[in-house]
């Protein structure tokens, strides 16, 4: 679990903008202006109801604000925090109305992003004593990248590249397009700037041999390799590159392959499989 600086509200806002506007429709909350008077006020709580690791807390504050800047908001856990189930996060006061219509936009984001951070943290705990850091991946749900990145890194995992343009990952097509590890890898050190950096994914220790010959890499991804072989390769790497174990990474294997002395660990679960946090508004 991380207390990572939260990122700037301008960032967030159009997603969760677009989340209303695709919640309220072309008629708005037609339940909630049919049933609750327009100067009804209410103070609501935003409660765990299962134990977790937060996330999400701030997207809420944004999509209450987007519905009704008057509405009194106070945050009692922050992203990052873990959470007792019962325990509140936030309260809100205020227009019952306007309370009642961002509801289920803040409890999607916060519900969700709480799944990813939950999850994480439980990965990570899998690797005390190690040096081993999980990371993501770019399996994220289409438009949330940004949040369900920040989402892991709440959960006390580490980033990996954001997006293609971030770094050079060459994978197993790459190297087969292109004729395999010796070019691909000079052509990618000819044209990656002196800030770009080089990772290779090999799937054998004769591969991670071609990748310490021919050089040129930073990072070098350890794909689908049984514990005995992970360790056989970092051995090989010695630290001239930086490892990162990848494939099939699930919880129970987490703290065998983190003995290995892999750098990193990349698990795509953490965010295309994280099961939602329970949280629920009560008024």
């Known amino acids: 679990?991380?207390?990572?600086?939260?990122?700037?509200?301008?960032?967030?806002?159009?997603l969760v903008r677009a989340a209303l506007i695709e919640d309220l429709g072309p008629n708005g909350d037609v339940t909630t202006r049919a049933v609750i008077p327009a100067d009804a006020q209410y103070k609501a709580r935003l409660n765990a109801r299962d134990a977790g690791v937060v996330s999400g807390v701030q997207l809420a504050c944004i999509a209450f604000r987007l519905m009704d800047p008057a509405l009194k908001i106070g945050i009692l856990t922050t992203d990052g925090t873990q959470v007792a189930a019962g325990q509140t996060i936030m309260t809100i006061e205020g227009s019952a109305a306007s309370i009642l219509s961002g509801e289920r936009v803040a409890l999607?984001?916060?519900?969700?992003?709480?799944?990813?951070?939950?999850?994480?943290?439980?990965?990570?705990?899998?690797?005390?004593?190690?040096?081993?850091?999980?990371?993501?991946?770019?399996?994220?749900?289409?438009?949330?990248?940004?949040?369900?990145k920040q989402a892991v890194l709440h959960g006390g995992g580490s980033a990996h590249r954001y997006g293609l343009s971030d770094a050079i990952l060459i994978k197993d097509n790459h190297i087969a397009a292109a004729g395999g590890i010796a070019p691909v890898l000079c052509a990618a050190r000819a044209q990656a700037s002196h800030m770009m950096r080089i990772e290779i994914e090999v799937d054998t220790l004769e591969q991670l041999q071609d990748v310490l010959d021919t050089g040129g890499a930073d990072v070098v991804l350890l794909d689908n390799m049984d514990?005995?072989?992970?360790?056989?390769?970092?051995?090989?790497?010695?630290g001239r590159l930086v490892t990162e174990a990848s494939g099939n990474m699930r919880l129970n294997r987490i703290a065998e392959v983190a003995a290995t002395g892999v750098d990193y660990i990349s698990v795509g679960a953490l965010t295309h499989s994280a099961q939602v946090l329970d949280l629920g508004l009560d008024f």
Not at 1 to 14: A, I, N
């Open 1 to 14: 679990m991380t207390h990572s600086p939260p990122l700037p509200d301008l960032l967030l806002e159009p």
């Open 227 to 238: 514990t005995e072989t992970l360790s056989r390769a970092v051995s090989m790497a010695a």
């Open 108 to 148: 999607n984001f916060a519900g969700r992003l709480s799944g990813i951070a939950t999850l994480t943290a439980a990965f990570v705990a899998q690797t005390a004593g190690t040096k081993a850091r999980i990371t993501c991946t770019r399996k994220t749900t289409p438009g949330l990248r940004m949040v369900e």
